[in-house]
């Protein structure tokens, strides 16, 4: 790269303290109307460094152009982060702190002296003895789950609109809401976005880079049982809470659960129980990399279901099943070349080309699967949607590096 003045320390910390959490209960788009703070606060900024084609819209979105420095005639590329923060723990009232040089020594967040950031929890952290770290004040998140993706994306802007002589095609930047609720895709335009392929950056160490996702399912059992007056319920009632209950119990303890599952392993996984005597209904998400998987976690919880209810005469259930979202490999493998190019940019920066399956999912699985092949590439981020988040401002500027050896490596390789 030129000579540069990295700008994603001083992005992050002031893109963090923007409160954007989403909301899972809402059922609008985007789910938190604050989330539009940011929105507009980028797409100002997109305008003023020079980027074209500008719109942050009612739902939440940002689109901007870098226009093409090439003639030829190369796939447009994009590149997009998520601007809403997890609604797993506070994001209100934000206080990043930047520790410089890291020092080796537990970090103890000073809002909260019981939040200790080390390495004994935090092994990568040992890893960035000397480097500039960022973290929370200790009653909130940080946030760099995705503004970090959000903080690299407007710095690799800031750098292209400036050195207009590096070589590349047109690049769309995208930037989503609600991505933490599973809605980050839901609204947006693909024509408006007008991109061939992707990246999303919305990964966590150096040198990471993910073309696998699990596959998703949301799965419901809703349980009918039988009400009746609880003076006169002898021989008569069915407690449906009881009946979900022992569901609950009878679900497998040595394997499938998420507390003991790793790397490829799949599982089943209640998050949320609700209803009254009559009517109880346990929702699952159901996560594996192979896809028919799903079909046989759900077959697991019928058989479990209806062995329970084969003591219940009268009760009786039925089952519900959501997709949510795909493995984005089934797509990326017909596209070698996106990960191949993405591998060559990384060996450029001097990094190693660390790919892994992701345990979940990012906007790249529904992208790819609504004709945008997307992997993921990393921002650093660590510990997410806690309040020992943390990050090293070094990793960022590496993956402003990698994004500009990737755009010039697409110039210079690739043929229709």
Not at 108 to 128: E, G, M, R, S
Request: with cysteine.
């Amino acid at each position: 790269m030129e000579p540069f003045a990295f700008s994603v320390a001083e992005r992050l910390m002031r893109y963090v303290q923007i409160d954007t959490q989403s909301n899972p209960k809402s059922n609008t788009h985007p789910s938190s109307d604050k989330q539009k703070n940011l929105s507009a606060l980028l797409a100002g900024e997109l305008l003023q460094m020079g980027a074209a084609d500008v719109v942050a819209n009612d739902f939440g979105y940002v689109y901007a152009t870098i226009p093409a420095t090439t003639h030829k005639n190369i796939p447009v590329i994009c590149f997009c982060s998520h601007l809403d923060t997890a609604p797993d723990c506070s994001g209100t009232n934000v206080k990043p702190i930047l520790h410089s040089q890291y020092n080796g020594k537990d970090i103890v967040l000073p809002d909260d002296p019981a939040q200790v950031i080390n390495a004994t929890a935090h092994p990568y952290l040992a890893q960035k003895i000397g480097a500039d770290i960022i973290t929370a004040s200790g009653l909130t998140l940080l946030g760099a789950d995705d503004k970090a993706g959000v903080s690299i994306l407007m710095n690799f802007a800031q750098y292209l609109l400036t050195n207009t002589h590096i070589q590349h095609g047109k690049i769309r930047l995208l930037f989503t809401p609600d991505e933490e609720v599973g809605r980050g895709t839901d609204k947006v335009d693909l024509n408006l976005l007008g991109a061939h392929f992707a990246y999303t950056l919305d990964g966590g160490e150096l040198g990471s880079f993910e073309d696998e996702t699990f596959s998703a399912n949301g799965f419901t059992i809703h349980i009918d049982g039988v009400i009746a007056h609880p003076g006169y319920a002898k021989g008569k009632m069915i407690n449906a809470m009881k009946i979900a209950g022992e569901i609950l119990a009878a679900l497998p303890k040595n394997e499938l659960t998420p507390e003991i599952t790793e790397k490829r392993q799949g599982f089943v996984h209640p998050v949320h129980i609700e209803g009254g005597a009559e009517k109880t209904s346990i929702e699952f998400i159901i996560r594996d990399f192979n896809t028919s998987q799903l079909a046989v976690y759900e077959q697991v919880l019928k058989t479990i279901t209806a062995a329970i209810l084969a003591h219940y005469p009268g009760a009786s259930a039925h089952y519900e099943t959501v997709e949510q979202y795909r493995n984005m490999k089934e797509v990326l493998q017909d596209f070698p070349f996106v990960s191949n190019y993405a591998e060559q940019a990384y060996l450029r920066c001097g990094l190693p080309f660390i790919k892994e399956p992701i345990r979940g999912g990012t906007d790249g699985s529904r992208l790819s699967f609504m004709g945008l092949p997307c992997p993921n590439i990393f921002t650093g981020m660590q510990a997410i949607h806690s309040k020992q988040e943390w990050i090293a401002v070094s990793d960022m500027q590496k993956a402003v590096e990698v994004l500009v050896a990737l755009v010039q490596v697409w110039e210079e390789n690739y043929t229709a």
